[in-house]
């Protein structure tokens, strides 16, 4: 089960995904393909992304993640 939430001017999407049920994560498509967010990031095991709400045409992606047990608003910022 997929649900997109944003969508950019370059038509990448953002949303949350039963990816790896019975979690939800959240996902980035482009490209005809679906990534897992947590899979590009370079965080400690402890940062899951649960869902991903918008992005912007700089990429800059916005959602919520669990930290320690506890969920927080995040902002993700691609590498230059």
């Known amino acids: 089960q997929t649900r997109a939430q944003g969508i950019n001017d370059q038509g990448w999407t953002v949303g949350q995904s039963l990816l790896r049920a019975p979690q939800w994560h959240g996902f980035l498509w482009c ?41 927080v608003a995040c902002l993700l910022i691609p590498e230059q």
């Open 31 to 71: 490209g005809n393909r679906l990534y897992d967010l947590n899979t590009l990031l370079t965080t400690p095991d402890r940062f899951v992304v649960k869902n991903a709400m918008g992005i912007n045409n700089h990429n800059f992606i916005v959602g919520s993640a669990i930290v320690d047990g506890k969920e």
